[in-house]
């Protein structure tokens, strides 16, 4: 259990290890965004393909509805039986699945109409009953009639026979734009086809003119026209039949109408929903936010008008299982990867004979695993550049020229142009690093200045290796920016500059407010309560025989009196000992006295008789010095016994105080609430000082303090701090 303790703390505190994680991490996401990248091409494969399908399906169904108009340019008129033969041999539902019905609308006057009827009933070309109940719907009198007059095939589209298209204000506008351009036209919008072939359809018309009669005005063309050919689109079979149905369960199409060819602007119409059902409502119950979906719109021309789709799927939908799950195994293998390699240097470093056997076997594939591992660690990194020293050719990514305020070149970067921008005052270090690195193999790291093209200084960190490829020398380096670091670490070692300095002032004023405090009390308070005790004596000597209660009550007065003096004297001595007033010698002297007193502690004080030559701050500084060590002896030692020396070595004045207690672990001095070596360690640095701590556990500690008897010409806060364990 010790152990497995002992390896997690030096796990947590290895650098390795965390680069281990890192660089786990770093191979996580490359994998994740490769995975990505991989689906999103396949997506955007699906999307095209699925594009340039339903461009040939409706290409080709306009190309039927062409053709048919081509049929009715082959004789001055076609007959109810030819049309029907026509359709019959196009074979719709097999050939063409999206395209419902072929229809013929004839151009029908008001004064034709009953005519028209008449003619229409009477045909029985195709049924020997004809049509007696054929009659123009809806019912009423317009300025023209645009009637379904053929319609294939009739036992599926029944419902629209004899019905006038131009009844409808937006599609007798349609007629009249195609009627007057001579192109083709379309509905532009859903139509909703009732009855029991119900569905949701489009529908195109192409406008037909009387053979032989001029058609190159506007004017001519009216008279010309006769009718128009049309032909109903099923939406839903139309995309059914021209995408994929594998691509459709992966993912959403929707298909918008949203204008028409000449640029004139239409509200967008949702013509189909792959996730739609017939009751109109989606079964794409996913509300996935846009970071998880691949979307993508495409455009396409359908006769005048303009269709748009919008292809949407799910980035897990493009993925195998076997995918989806590959980062977070990748993420594990680097981190039992890293864990493994951390637990081989362990053991190697705690079974030194085992490890050495073991090295034997091991030795090659560790040195190539230890070899790769720091290669992928240097290069990860947020700039990169390869130098070719031959030609003197660079390549650099894309933060490469941000780092150097750069936009890219148009032509590639050579080395001067990378020199160009090291600050001047680096560029000869820089330069002797890279050759160096280049004729011994060994890698360059350093951390310089750059300038940037705007002329600002930034300051980078520069990795650079040598590398080969095809017997061809070459040199890969990685930049990274470090500006912010270096300015947070110099803000840092001025804040901590200027909180020592606050430290030593505070404790200044704090020993200077407990000299005036202590002198206050002793002037003022001590010389009351003196006089009040003489008063209060006199007193009891003139009470002793003539009021013996009254003189009982005075004396217990005066035993009050003697307690607050007592009080008063040991306030004084905890704010300023009056010893400090005697010189250091008497101070160290009283303190000793005072803490085999309290502790019950052996003490052996080695001093000079001499007394020492030094000022009240240092004097003060050295006393409370003792006085927090002592107290450390009294909470944590567990010592029996302490010896204290305090000598004049050079011109410097040596404090050792040393106990035989437990000792002191390395865990518990870089502990966070280990206040008084803290306060050991600011006031020795105020000083200008130095001390040695010497300790190991069950052997006791030995706390060796420094103080210069003068500055020296020094700041008073440079201080030098030796640990030694």
Known sequence: MLLSRRFLRSLFASTAWWMGVAGSLVLCLLVEQTITNRSRAEFDYHVDNAQISIQNRVRSYVDVLRSSAALFYTADRISREQFHNYVTELDLQQTFP???????????????KAAFEASVRSDRSLDSRGYPNFTVRPAGERREYHVLTFVEPLETNRVSFGWDIASNAAVSNSLEVSRDGGHLSSSGRLIHITGPHKHVGLAMRMPLYRRGMPTGTVEERRRAYYGSVGAGFDINKLMVGAVNPTILKQMRVRLYDVGRGDGSATPDSLLFDSSARPDGATTDGSYAPPSELFVKRVSMSVGPRVWSAEFSAHKSALMDGFEAYLPWVVLAIGLLASLLLYGVYYSLATARRRAVELARDMTKDLRASEASLAEAQHMARVGSWVLDPLTGSMSWTAETYRIFGMDRFNETPRQLDFFNRIHESD???????????????????????????????????TICRLGTSNSKRFLRGTIMDVTERKQTMEALKRSQELLRELTAHQDRVKEDERKRIAREIHDELGQTLLALRIDVSMLDARTGRSHPRLNEKVRGALHHLDATVKTIRTIINNLRPAVL??????????????FRRRSGIACDLHMSEQEFAVDDVRATSLFRILQESLTNVIRHAQAT???IELYQEDKRLVMKIMDNGIGIYPESRKSSNSFGLVGVEERIHALNGEFLITSAPG?????????????????????KLVDSR
């Open 98 to 112: 999206g395209i419902t019905n072929l229809n013929f609308a004839q151009l029908v006057t008001p004064e034709e």
């Open 427 to 461: 560029r000869t270090r820089i330069e002797d690093g890279l050759n160096k690195c280049l004729a011994t193999g060994l890698e360059f790291d350093t951390e310089h200045r750059i300038t940037q093209f705007d002329g600002s200084e930034r300051w980078v960190h």
């Open 699 to 719: 052997k006791g500690t030995t706390l060796t303090i420094y103080i210069p008897l003068q500055n020296g010409g020094q700041d008073l806060y440079d201080f």
């Open 581 to 594: 007033d005697l010189g250091l010698n008497a101070a160290i002297e009283w303190q000793v006295a005072e």
């Open 641 to 643: 016994r302490v010896d």
